[in-house]
């Protein structure tokens, strides 16, 4: 990646669409070939359909207000991130009615919630793929068929599983599926994207100078122009795309198949040691990389400190964006401590995540984390 982005700022650095010059054009087709490498990672067979982002942030608010009007009706889960929670929750107060499914405790999804919440008038109905939080994967097949047979366009938020599990969006009949390039894509900060099923209309959530279309002050509507306003991170673009070309050449079934290892060699390791609570569910095959606990005795702020400053393990503590989830697991207003394993974690590594919470949990256990912390 780091290459790729060296790459870019040596030879091309450029406005892609702006100008004809030699670095113009580079850049261009920096964005093209990425555009063509995220098309193939997710199987769509026209790569104009994927559209650049900021973020997965970016590109589910671009969905939510392209498609939702006042007096729609939209469907979601009780495990969403703040980045689907908060722009519906905007919507609610433009008119458009929310019904959110509660999932079970381990964020598991009942179908046929799902099913009984779909009604004549129900615009939209938005799932993540995988749980940013209790790592729980969703159906999204299987619920995309059913958006499909009831006239209603579904929305997958993939910003923990694009890269991470195999994702067919013609396969599976995907309308929408938003991703974030800085996680298991291996892109950098700031990059993202849309997936956009031909047939699909959403409104732009702005409008500007795209570099083509010039002579017109309407926005064009052409694809991927159109959603594509002002100057692409085509540094961070290229950054993606190069994570893009690592994940093809390994597959992505293998970065599932390795992920799955290291979930389950954790949860088995995790629940056999006493004060560790764990979230989700117990089959690594049901997860994504995200596993989520608590230690007795503690808060979850206090053991990721100790794990970093004492043992060099890096945790996301507290709410993670994602209240509605907490709220799910029993784990609101406090939050839980998040391991997330990647490509690049090895059994080892988790060997000794599971041998730190062995000792914070005996810490824990004889109050004494404090002078733990202190011993550092
Ligand atoms: C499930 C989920 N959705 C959306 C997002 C937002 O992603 P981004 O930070 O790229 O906007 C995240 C980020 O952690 C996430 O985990």
Redesign the pocket.
């Known amino acids: 990646m780091r290459a790729a982005l060296s790459e870019y700022f040596g030879e091309a650095g450029g406005n892609p669409g702006r100008s004809g010059h030699r670095m113009s054009v580079a850049a261009a087709r920096i964005v093209e070939t990425a555009r063509e490498t995220l098309a193939e990672l997710l199987h769509s067979n026209d790569a104009s359909r994927i559209v650049f982002t900021h973020?997965?942030?970016h590109a589910?608010n671009l969905a939510l207000y392209g498609v939702l009007r006042s007096g729609d009706h939209v469907v979601t889960t009780s495990i969403e991130?703040n980045?689907v929670m908060r722009p519906l929750r905007h919507l609610e107060k433009l008119g458009v009615e929310l019904t959110v499914v509660a999932c079970a405790s381990d964020g598991t999804l009942d179908l046929d919630d799902v099913r009984r919440a779909l009604r004549p008038g129900t615009r939209l109905l938005v799932t993540?793929h995988g749980s940013?939080v209790a790592g729980t994967l969703s159906p999204i097949g299987a619920l995309a068929a059913l958006a499909r047979d009831n006239g209603v366009l579904h929305l997958v938020?993939a910003?923990?599983t694009a890269g991470a599990i195999p994702i067919d969006v013609q396969e599976m009949g995907l309308d929408l599926l938003a991703f974030?390039g800085?996680k298991a894509l291996l892109g950098p900060t700031g990059t993202?994207g849309l997936y956009i099923r031909e047939g699909v209309a959403l409104a732009p959530l702005i409008r500007g100078g795209t570099g083509s279309d010039s002579a017109h002050e309407i926005q064009p509507e052409f694809m991927p122009d159109v959603y594509e306003s002002g100057t692409l991170n085509v540094a961070g673009i290229a950054g993606l795309a190069a994570g893009g070309r690592f994940l093809s050449e390994i597959g992505i079934e293998t970065v599932q198949a390795h992920e799955r290892k290291l979930v389950a060699q954790f949860l088995a390791g995790a629940s056999e040691i006493a004060g560790i609570t764990l979230y989700g569910p117990g089959d690594a095959a049901l997860r994504c990389g995200v596993v989520s606990f608590n230690v007795a005795g503690t808060v979850p702020s206090e053991v990721g400190l100790i794990l970093d400053e004492s043992f060099g393990i890096m945790a996301r503590t507290g709410l993670h964006?994602a209240p509605a989830a907490h709220r799910t697991l029993g784990t609101f207003p406090t939050g839980t401590v998040r391991f997330s394993f990647g490509w690049f974690n090895t059994p080892a590594e988790v060997e000794l995540a599971l041998k730190a919470l062995r000792e914070i949990a005996v810490w824990a256990a004889n109050g004494a984390m404090v002078s733990a912390k202190g011993n550092l």
Do not use: P
């Open positions: 973020n997965a942030t589910l991130h980045s993540t940013n938020d910003a923990q974030t800085h993202g964006c």
